[in-house]
């Protein structure tokens, strides 16, 4: 995804808004995605866990939601032997070693079970803390992870409510933004797992995959924040990143959810004016007992 100068990024973020119906329900946000900020630092996301380029999971699975939350009910730390797990164990009980090695192979990909980076440790922490907001807590780290995903989140985001998004809408970014790059065969089966991703993470729903609202949790808001500010943002521009956008919050929104998790000591939120301090990363080192938080 381009990036923008900080000055175009203010401009931005007074202007860009969510269209609503009479109704107050969520129409389609007009804009686009910016998942990297002005500060961003290659080295630094790689370390914290990102994948910047290249393909993902989504070429041949989904988000995987059953099994990665088959392990967290298996009670999973970040100090758990995975491959040792799903393999030897078998604990996600796939009928054949080849099975087993791909469902490790993939989640490793999207959730990082592999190397464990500091990412995934948050993730785990906080999918213990609020099972039933997992979902989109798993949403953030694939979009960290899938820059294929990623690419895929701007066809989401610009659909309204009630409105349908098949897979062919998913094909016609992808060969818009890789032209030439995917075969027929492999568009259409990237497309429909992005397709079923979304509808797992609650954005789409039913046969017609109708576009639905999502409401995100105070640790889901958190760990947004965390993301967007690893990813080069700052002070309200957090709020407008594609991280809170695609969570479906926008700048006032999103406060409020903030708000929520500083309740949570998930974050720590100030707003005097124009001025908006938004802090996560000592809040959530404290919080989640992982000290290296304080200086990624």
């Not at 959730?111 to 785990?124: A, K, Q």
């Not at 985001?157 to 890789?178: C, E, I, K, Y």
């Not at 005097?272 to 301090?277: H, T, Y």
Request: charged share 25%; net charge positive.
């Amino acid at each position: 995804m381009r990036e923008v100068p900080e000055q175009s990024l203010k401009k931005r973020n007074a202007e860009d808004k969510f269209e609503m119906n009479p109704t107050g329900e969520l129409l389609a946000y007009k804009g686009d995605l910016f998942w990297y900020g002005p500060t961003k630092k290659e080295e630094r996301l790689i370390a914290f866990g990102f994948r910047l380029t290249g393909g993902g999971a989504h070429q041949s699975k989904t988000l995987m939601h059953a099994e990665i939350g088959e392990l967290l009910r298996a009670g999973v730390t970040e100090e758990t032997d995975f491959r040792s797990r799903v393999l030897d164990e078998n604990i996600l009980g796939k009928a054949t070693l080849s099975g087993r090695e791909s469902v490790l192979r993939n989640l490793s990909s999207l959730y990082g079970l592999s190397t464990v980076p500091l990412l995934t440790r948050v993730f785990l922490r906080f999918a213990r803390k609020d099972s039933e907001g997992q979902q989109l807590l798993a949403l953030l780290i694939a979009l960290s992870r899938d820059p294929l995903l990623r690419d895929s989140a701007q066809t989401v985001a610009d659909t309204a409510v009630g409105m349908p998004v098949q897979w062919p809408s998913f094909a016609a970014r992808f060969n818009a933004l890789h032209p030439g790059r995917f075969s027929e065969k492999m568009v259409r089966s990237l497309s429909q797992n992005c397709a079923s991703t979304w509808t797992q993470t609650g954005h789409l729903e039913g046969k017609k995959k109708q576009r639905r609202k999502v409401h995100p949790s105070a640790a889901a808001a958190a760990l947004a924040a965390l993301i967007a500010t690893v990813s080069g943002f700052s002070g309200p521009a957090i709020l407008s990143s594609g991280w809170f956008r695609i969570l479906d919050l926008n700048p006032d929104t999103a406060m409020d959810a903030l708000r929520s998790a500083e309740a949570h000591g998930f974050a720590r939120v100030r707003a005097a004016g124009d001025v908006i301090e938004i802090s996560v990363k000592q809040q959530l080192a404290t919080t989640l007992g992982i000290p290296e938080l304080e200086h990624v």
